[in-house]
C-alpha cells in the first residue's frame, strides 16, 4: 500500500521528473461535471470576463489534482499522498482555441522524515506564471 | 460587511451519508487524467492492499464543497459567493477513499479575517464514516474581495 519510491532511495534536494499536463475547455467541462463545480467563470466567457477574469480559467481544484498526479507519477503509488496543501496563485487561462492551456509540475523533496515521510515542494506553472504559489505535498515513502 | 470573530469555532450538523461509487470515482479519475488501474479495476485496487478501487488524491473535494457550502450560506456569515475566490485547500488522509465507503462530513469555521478590504474565511470539513472512523479532513480558505 505504500510508494514503490524508497524513502533510502531519496534525499532531501531530490527532484521529481517534470510533468506537463494539457487543459482544454472540454476538460474544465468534465471537471465541473466530476467535482460539482459549476461556477460559470470556468466555462462561460461572457461571466468570466464580466467579472475581470482575462477569460475561462481552470477550477482551482483541478490545477491542484494535475499537480498531485505528478507526485504519484513519481510515487507509483496514489494512496502515498497523506497530506496536500495549496495556495492559489494566478489563474490558469484556458483559451477557446482547440489547444487550450499547458500546466506544468516541478518537483523536489523538501524534507524527510525518520518515518519515511517526504515533504515534496511543488513548482506549479502555466504561460510561464506560477499558478499555485504554495504547493506541498507529504508523501509516505516504502 | 466584515465577518464576525465570533463565528470562530461554530460546528455544523454532519452532513447527510455520501456513499462513494466506483462510477463516481472512475468519472473522477477520468476529469483529472489518473490513470492508475487502482482507481478503475477492483481486482487491481485489491492487489495494491485496498478493499475496492480507491479514489485519486483532492477527489474529497466531491464531498466536501458541498459541505463547506453550508458555511457560505449561514445567514451570519452571508459570504457573497458572486465575490468570493478559492484562496488555500488543504487535505489531509487517514487513508484513501475509497468505493463502498458511506461518509458523512461535518463542518467547523476555523479562522475569520479581513485583510485589504476582502473577508478570509477559513472551514475545516472533517470526513468520516458513517461509523465514526476519521478518513480525511479538508480545509478551504475562500477570499471574498471587498467585502470587508
Given amino acids: 500500500m505504500t510508494a514503490t519510491v524508497r524513502a533510502a532511495d ?23 461535471g466530476a467535482s460539482g463545480d459549476f461556477n460559470p467563470i470556468h466555462w462561460n ?23 498531485a498526479r505528478a507526485v504519484t507519477a513519481w ?13 492559489f496563485g494566478r489563474p490558469v487561462v484556458v483559451p477557446d482555441d482547440g489547444t487550450g492551456a499547458q500546466v506544468t509540475v516541478r518537483g523536489k523533496v ?27 505535498a507529504t508523501v509516505q515513502l516504502a | 460587511m466584515a465577518l464576525d470573530p465570533a463565528l470562530v469555532g461554530r460546528g455544523y450538523p454532519p452532513s447527510a451519508v455520501y456513499e462513494v461509487g466506483r462510477q463516481k470515482i472512475a468519472e473522477f479519475a477520468d476529469a483529472i487524467g489518473a490513470a492508475d488501474p487502482v482507481h478503475r479495476d477492483a481486482d487491481a485496487a485489491r492487489a495494491a492492499g485496498h478493499p ?23 445567514p451570519d456569515v452571508a459570504l457573497d459567493y458572486s465575490r468570493v475566490v478559492h484562496g488555500e485547500q488543504r487535505f489531509t488522509h ?51 474581495r471587498g467585502t470587508a
Fill in chain 1, 45 to 67: 466567457e461572457r461571466v468570466a470576463t464580466e467579472v475581470g477574469l482575462p477569460g475561462v480559467i481552470a477550477h482551482g481544484m483541478l490545477t491542484m489534482a494535475l499537480a
Fill in chain 1, 75 to 87: 510515487t507509483g503509488d496514489p494512496a502515498a499522498l497523506v497530506e496536500y496543501h495549496v495556495r
Fill in chain 1, 10 to 32: 531519496v534525499a532531501v534536494g531530490t527532484e521529481l521528473p517534470e510533468q506537463t499536463y494539457p487543459v482544454t475547455r472540454t476538460d474544465l467541462v468534465r471537471y465541473a
Fill in chain 1, 110 to 136: 523538501g524534507a524527510l522524515g525518520e518515518d519515511g515521510r517526504a515533504r515534496v515542494d511543488l513548482t506549479v506553472t502555466s504561460g510561464g506564471e506560477k499558478v499555485l504559489s504554495l504547493a506541498r
Fill in chain 2, 94 to 144: 487517514h487513508r484513501p477513499i475509497r468505493a463502498g465507503d458511506r461518509l458523512v462530513a461535518t463542518p467547523t469555521i476555523e479562522a475569520v479575517r479581513s485583510v485589504g478590504g476582502n473577508d478570509l474565511l477559513t472551514t475545516r470539513v472533517d470526513v468520516a464514516t458513517e461509523d465514526g472512523e476519521p478518513v480525511c479532513s479538508a480545509t478551504s480558505m475562500l477570499v471574498a
Fill in chain 2, 52 to 74: 475496492d478501487v480507491i479514489a485519486p488524491p483532492t477527489f474529497a473535494i466531491t464531498l466536501t464543497l458541498s459541505a463547506a457550502g453550508v458555511v457560505v450560506e449561514d
